[in-house]
């Protein structure tokens, strides 16, 4: 299910849509998506989506999110907070980057999805 929101960065306005993480998987399973964790170092290694790439938000430059081959880029985090702002970032820097995993790590693990330690 997606959902939209308006969300504004420096008097600019972009739509970041919300995915579910049952989407998510699915769409990272069937090579649709790119699955870009925003969270820090220490988070990620702790504990990490199985297959997604890590730009920390703390050093974000979209020019460092890996070639999506076709895929939509989906970006994550702890709770969904810090990847709407990698979303809109990117939008600012004319990417078409307008997916979030909503309620991030926290979401995927609370319906049952895997992760793994050590990230």
Known sequence: MQNAREVALADRNFVVHDLT???VSKGVAEGRYLLVDVREPNEV???AFPDAAVVALSVFDPKAI???????????CR???????????AQADGLAYDKHLAGGIL???AVGLPTRSGG
């Open 21 to 23: 993480p049952e989407d």
């Open 79 to 89: 709770s969904g907070k810090r990847s709407v702002t990698a979303s809109m970032m």
């Open 66 to 76: 890996p070639d999506p081959q076709g895929k939509q880029v989906v970006f994550a």
């Open 45 to 47: 290694a702790a504990e």
């Open 107 to 109: 979401g995927w693990k």
